[in-house]
């Protein structure tokens, strides 16, 4: 089964339901949250041998545009992204990230963690 890194920035609500729901719906996989840019691009390095999906949860635009300084590296990534609205720019900035899977920050996380257990195989 494969890893799972989470880039938010910690002491968010948005981050702590994010956590909350992945682990109730797939409680058996690797789940490593990051708070920077650098390291989730040290860890994106490293995917391990069962692979690794990247969540990132871009609470706002400006975390949004941090994200798409690393865009390169991202491509390679299996990425569930998750925006901070549906304006027509930010999901626009969004796609140029190349994701599996686009949801939003306002949301309940339920689609994304039903999705993240498809990536990785995992029953629900």
């Known amino acids: ?11 968010s609500d948005s981050t702590w339901r994010l956590q909350q729901v992945m682990q109730e ?13 650098e390291m989730l691009s040290e860890r994106l390095k490293y995917p391990g041998k069962n692979g690794l999906v990247t969540v990132l949860l871009a609470g706002n ?11 390169g590296i991202l491509r390679d990534s299996r990425l569930i992204l998750i925006i901070p609205n549906s304006s ?4 626009a900035k969004g796609h140029l990230l190349g994701p599996r899977y686009l949801s939003y920050a ?5 689609d994304v963690a ?3 257990a498809k990536m990785v195989g995992a029953a629900v």
Not at 25 to 37: A, D, F, K, M, N
């Open 1 to 11: 089964m494969a890893d799972v890194v989470i880039w938010a920035k910690p002491a």
């Open 25 to 37: 719906t797939v409680p058996q996989i690797g789940l490593e949250i990051v708070s920077t840019i």
């Open 61 to 71: 635009e400006d975390e949004l545009e941090e994200a798409l300084t690393i865009n």
């Open 88 to 91: 027509r720019e930010i999901v």
């Open 106 to 110: 306002d949301g309940d996380f339920r």
């Open 114 to 116: 039903a999705v993240l």
